[in-house]
C-alpha cells in the first residue's frame, strides 16, 4: 500500500526568503507524485506533478519539487515566499494512472510579512 | 475554477438523518473520487467510479453509498448520520488517471 507522509505540521517563512514543504513517500513500482494547496474554506488546488523525467518539476505560482528516487522524497520549494503563499499543502502519491490519490496529513505554511 | 461542481456547498442536518453530495465532473472526465476532509483524519479516500462502475475503495463506512451515472455526475448517499460526519466531503475527476481536479467541497454539519 502507498503512503505519504508530511513531517511537519506547521512551517513558518519570512516572506521574500525560500521554503521547503517536506514530503517522502512508499509505493511499490514508480510512484506518481502530485502537491496540492487548499487555501481557507476552498478545495484542493493542483501545483505540480512528477510522472516521469526530470527530478525538478515546475509547476504553478512559482513552486517547483525535487523528486529524489533514493531517498523517496518529493519535497516542495520556492525561492522567495509570499505572504499569499500562506495555505494547507498536501503531497499526494497514486501507484499508477488510475488510482486514488493518497494525501499526506498536510503542512500548514505561515509566510511572515 | 477546476471545472468541477459539487453541490450543496454547505448542509446542515441532524444525526438519524440522510443526505445526499452531488458532484459533476470535468467534461469528458470518466473517473470520479470522493473524500472526506476532518481536522483529526486529513484527506480519507472514501471510493472511486470509472464511467460508471465502481473502481476503488476505502475507508467508506457501510452507512455511506455512492454511485456514477450516464452522464457521469456522482452521488454520494449518507445515511444515518452521526455527529462524527461532520466534515468537508471532496469530490475530483480525472482523465487517463493524471492530475485529479477537485471541487470546492460541500461542508457537512451534524447536530
Known amino acids: 500500500a502507498q503512503s505519504v507522509a508530511q513531517p511537519e505540521d506547521q512551517v513558518n517563512v519570512a516572506e521574500g526568503n525560500p521554503l521547503t514543504v517536506k514530503c517522502t513517500y512508499s509505493?511499490?513500482?514508480?510512484?506518481?507524485l502530485f502537491w496540492y494547496v487548499q487555501y481557507p474554506n476552498r478545495g484542493l488546488q493542483f501545483l505540480l506533478k512528477y510522472i516521469t523525467g526530470d527530478n525538478l518539476v515546475k509547476g504553478s505560482y512559482g513552486f517547483e519539487a525535487e523528486f529524489n528516487k533514493s531517498q523517496t522524497s518529493f519535497h516542495l520549494k520556492k525561492p522567495s515566499a509570499l505572504v499569499s503563499d500562506s495555505a494547507l499543502y498536501f503531497c499526494a502519491v497514486r501507484r499508477s494512472g488510475n488510482t486514488p490519490l493518497v494525501f499526506g496529513k498536510g503542512t500548514r505554511l505561515s509566510v511572515i510579512a | 475554477d477546476s471545472g468541477v461542481t459539487q453541490t450543496p456547498k454547505h448542509l446542515i442536518t441532524a444525526t438519524g438523518q440522510r443526505v445526499t453530495l452531488r458532484c459533476s465532473p470535468r467534461?469528458?472526465?470518466?473517473?470520479v473520487y470522493w473524500y472526506q476532509q476532518s481536522l483529526d483524519q486529513g484527506l480519507q479516500f472514501l471510493i472511486q467510479y470509472y464511467n460508471g462502475e465502481e473502481r476503488a475503495k476505502g475507508n467508506i463506512l457501510e452507512r455511506f453509498s455512492a454511485q456514477q451515472f450516464p452522464d457521469l455526475h456522482s452521488e454520494l448517499n449518507l445515511s444515518s448520520l452521526e455527529l462524527g460526519d461532520s466534515a468537508l466531503y471532496f469530490c475530483?475527476?480525472?482523465?487517463?488517471?493524471?492530475?485529479?481536479?477537485f471541487g470546492q467541497g460541500t461542508r457537512l454539519t451534524v447536530v
Open positions: 467534461s469528458g472526465d470518466l473517473s
Open positions: 509505493v511499490s513500482g514508480n510512484p506518481y
Open positions: 475530483a475527476s480525472s482523465a487517463g488517471g493524471m492530475s485529479a481536479f
